[in-house]
T-cell receptor
Framework: DAGVTQSPTHLIKTRGQQVTLRCSPKSGHDTVSWYQQALGQGPQFIFQ???????QRGNFPDRFSGHQFPNYSSELNVNALLLGDSALYLC????????????????FGQGTRLTVV | KQEVTQIPAALSVPEGENLVLNCSFT??????LQWFRQDPGKGLTSLLL?????REQTSGRLNASLDKSSGRSTLYIAASQPGDSATYLCAVPSGSRLTFGEGTQLTVNP
């Protein structure tokens, strides 16, 4: 059973460029969340997708946008990259059908390391 | 707003020691609490999920406790091994998001 998979694993972009990160949830999971983790800090919630809609959003600017596809996979897009966007981007999935949306175990991918130069 | 704090920020112990990692949260109205392990530059591995109705959850050498009323959770690691060296993070749900502490960086010396 494949867990949460993210691509690419590493990425280097230039300031001002745009980037797309991809996530495939664990088999049977329908809800995907994205987190940003700066070095030495805990992950910070960006947004969550369920039924192809953004359900909740953290304190991130509109430069951060996302999408969820009918097969539950998801993309995170960041426009007009800043040096401060350099971080590990983590995708998490959970199964909303086994209980309340907030009560089930979250599984994380290995992350995408984004470096903005 | 939920805030999560982990103490200590870093811990270095000799192999074989039993140790306790602490996590505190400000809003006790939580459904569960999850402990994760993170190796350098890697993603998060779920260790234990403890529901609000439970007081303890065990997996191998790991034992997590939850006291909602005091806003605290502890992760107990028995007979620590060098392979336990990693950062340990606790997280609580706030709505449909997880709020994380900043983690405890554990080093187990052979």
């Amino acid at each position: 059973d494949a867990g949460v998979t993210q691509s690419p694993t590493h990425l280097i972009k230039t300031r001002g460029q745009q980037v797309t990160l991809r996530c495939s949830p664990k088999s049977g999971h329908d809800t995907v969340s994205w987190y940003q983790q700066a070095l030495g800090q805990g992950p910070q919630f960006i947004f969550q997708y369920y039924e192809e809609e953004e359900r909740q959003r953290g304190n991130f600017p509109d430069r951060f946008s996302g999408h969820q596809f009918p097969n539950y996979s998801s993309e995170l897009n960041v426009n007009a990259l800043l040096l401060g966007d350099s971080a590990l981007y983590l995708c998490a999935s959970r199964n909303s059908r086994t209980g309340r949306l907030v009560g089930t175990e979250a599984f994380f991918g290995q992350g995408t390391r984004l470096t903005v130069v | 707003k939920q805030e999560v704090t982990q103490i200590p920020a870093a811990l270095s112990v000799p192999e074989g020691e039993n140790l306790v990692l602490n996590c505190s949260f400000t809003d006790s109205a939580i459904y569960n609490l999850q402990w994760f392990r993170q190796d350098p530059g890697k993603g998060l591995t779920s260790l234990l999920l403890i529901q609000s109705s439970q007081r303890e959850q065990t997996s191998g050498r790991l034992n997590a406790s939850l006291d909602k009323s005091s806003g605290r959770s502890t992760l107990y690691i028995a007979a620590s091994q060098p392979g336990d060296s990693a950062t340990y993070l606790c997280a609580v749900p706030s709505g449909s998001r997880l709020t994380f502490g900043e983690g405890t960086q554990l080093t187990v010396n052979p």
